[in-house]
């Protein structure tokens, strides 16, 4: 375990400038969707710089993920369908996945890592609408990028990661756990990090420092809105471990924590109803991944 003793989080962190920035259109969209007068010819406006994205963006609402009537040809209609929202998560979603592109090795497999990531993403998304959460969408990138830490850390130094996946499996221990007790770079600390380098939402900042802390209070004094969401994706990765969908580095599952359901209002049977929606949403998981990680 020599090498990763020798590297902390902040040598990582200070050389995440290597890793790609993300697209304009990120940001102009942000700035237009949360622009109260803005409309639908905005968005539009936005999108046509970017003919790739647009046509990524029209194969995913195409998506069984969304089964819109008779699907949709037109941006315009998409939109009118999915939402401001929902285009720009996607949107969102498909330039960090482009962005964090990297080559799978016999250490890590990118392919299990996405296909977990999007799993989690899709389960945030379906457990937000299980406890009346009010913007689902924003959930769903939540998810998708909890862990985008370990894909920086995979690419900047991969030694260094790959010899911290490796005690984790041979110790049958998380990669959460196998950093604790190599003192390894933290993917939690990294993915913080590179969400506030590439100034995303300070929700999906949160979510990726936050899923492996349980207890609330200990989550650097979080607003309340901000504790809910953290809890969402601090239990949609520990069920998407159970259901053993995708791999992210580990193949601990671990269980459920009855204080995390009850600060969720989810009851046990409700846990049992939330699972069945789960395992149907995630059908199109890996189909929507070939999309949303496409590079036409």
Known sequence: ?????????????????????????????????????????????????????????????????????GGVTSLQRAIGYIGYDTIHQLVLSASIITALDAKSSNAFDLTQFWKHAIGVAMTAETTARFVSYKTP??????????????VASYIIAPDVFGE???????NGLSLHEAEEQMA????????????????LPAIIQASAAHHHQREANLRGGLSSEMNNIVDIVYLSNLLIHALQFGNSGHSKVLGV???????????????????LKIRDSIKDAENFLKIIGSQD
């Open 257 to 275: 924590p009855k204080d995390l359901l009850e600060r969720l209002r989810i009851t046990p049977d409700g846990l049992k109803e939330l699972i």
């Open 137 to 150: 969408s924003d959930l769903f990138t939540c998810g998708l990028v909890h862990d985008m830490g370990k």
């Open 184 to 199: 390894a770079p933290k993917h939690t600390v990294i993915g913080r990090e590179l969400a506030s380098k590439w100034r």
């Open 1 to 69: 375990m020599g090498a990763a003793v020798k590297m902390n989080a902040q040598s990582i962190v200070d050389r995440l400038d290597e890793l790609p920035t993300l697209p304009t259109i990120v940001y102009e969209l942000s700035r237009v969707i949360n622009d109260p007068m803005s409309s639908t010819g905005d968005i539009q406006k936005i999108m046509s710089n970017d003919q790739s994205l647009t046509t990524k963006v029209l194969k995913l609402a195409n998506s069984a993920y969304y089964a819109i009537p």
């Open 164 to 170: 911290t996946i490796a005690f984790a499996k041979a």
